[in-house]
């Protein structure tokens, strides 16, 4: 009687893990996959909207400014 009981709970522990536990665990890496690549996607659309392109750095940087040259400046409103 032990025995069938042991075969019996090996069966059902068996059906548990092969029917329930992997396929939760393969669909969870799928659905975050899917998640990182969707963000992806969508900061590369916001990057483009923006207009935002990676550029080269300049090669010759800009002379600096003197003390007493005028900055022109716009005032931002919130």
């Known amino acids: ?4 009981l042991f075969a019996i709970l090996a069966y ?4 548990f893990i092969f029917k329930f536990v ?3 665990y393969f669909a969870t890496r799928k659905i975050k996959k899917g998640f990182r690549e969707m ?3 969508m ?4 990057n483009q909207q923006q207009g ?3 550029r080269p750095s300049p090669s010759n940087p800009e ?3 003197k003390a007493g040259d005028y900055i022109d400046f716009e005032e931002v409103s919130f």
């Open 1 to 4: 009687m032990k025995y069938v």
């Open 12 to 15: 059902v522990l068996y059906r």
């Open 22 to 24: 992997i396929p939760v």
């Open 39 to 41: 963000q992806a996607k």
């Open 43 to 46: 900061q590369e659309q916001m």
């Open 52 to 54: 935002y392109a990676p």
């Open 63 to 65: 002379p600096k400014k």
